[in-house]
Structure formats: C-alpha cells, structure tokens
Nanobody, 126 residues
Framework: QAQLVESGGGFVQPGGSLRLACAAS????????TGWFRQAPGKGREGISC???????RDADSVKGRFAISRDKDKNMVYLQMNSLKPAETAVYYC????????????????????WGQGTLVTVSS
C-alpha cells in the first residue's frame, strides 16, 4: 500500500528556514514525479516545487531562489528546503506522488497526483 508521511513542520520566525521531509512506503520515489504543495487557511492548494523521474525540478515563481526540492534515492525520501520564509506562507504543506504513467515533458506542478500525505503545518510568525 503506497503511503506518504510528511515531517519537519513547526513554528518559525519570518526569514527563518525549515526542511520538510517526506517518507514513502510501498513504492520508490525515483520512479515517479513528486511534488510539494501547500494550502493556507481559506485558500486552494498551491503547487510549489516538484521533481520528475529524470531529476529535473520546477519551482513556483513565488518560491524560486528560496525553496529547493531534493530526493535521496537510497533513503527513499524527498525533502523541501525552505529559506527566507514569509508569514503569508503559513500553511499545511503536503507531499504528493503521481503513481500513474509518467508523461515525458509534463509540468510536474500541474500533474494530477494520485497519492498524498496527511500534511505538516508550518507556521511563520514573529
């Protein structure tokens, strides 16, 4: 059974950093596109960073230069390094993987992901 579990959320001051982790069970991350998403109160879910099977990454404009997704194939983990966090980025952060057919050249920020974690709350406040 494919499952994802996020960790690393918490309370951080504006300008601070956090690294989120996503652990997979029942499948191997490296064979599928994986993305990080967030949902702030009263807002829709936003794709922020993703990585494809060939290792290419894509970031939303709002986080370029500040966030970085990475994958550790040996540990079957995906991470999201978040720097210079802003209060507006307070949200529940989710990792997701598309276990369906991988479409070459697809934008992984707009992929219809099949499998989602339960999320981890990030609170950015002074």
């Amino acid at each position: 059974q494919a499952q994802l579990v996020e960790s690393g959320g918490g309370f951080v001051q504006p300008g601070g950093s956090l690294r989120l982790a996503c652990a997979a069970s029942g499948f191997t991350f490296g064979y599928y596109a994986t993305g990080w998403f967030r949902q702030a109160p009263g807002k829709g879910r936003e794709g922020i960073s993703c990585i494809t099977t060939d290792g290419n990454t894509r970031d939303a404009d709002s986080v370029k230069g500040r966030f970085a997704i990475s994958r550790d194939k040996d540990k079957n983990m995906v991470y999201l390094q978040m720097n210079s966090l802003k209060p507006a980025e307070t949200a529940v952060y989710y990792c997701a993987t598309d276990l369906g057919p991988q479409l070459l050249g697809a934008n992984c920020l707009t992929t219809n992901y099949t499998t989602w974690g339960q999320g981890t709350l990030v609170t950015v406040s002074s």
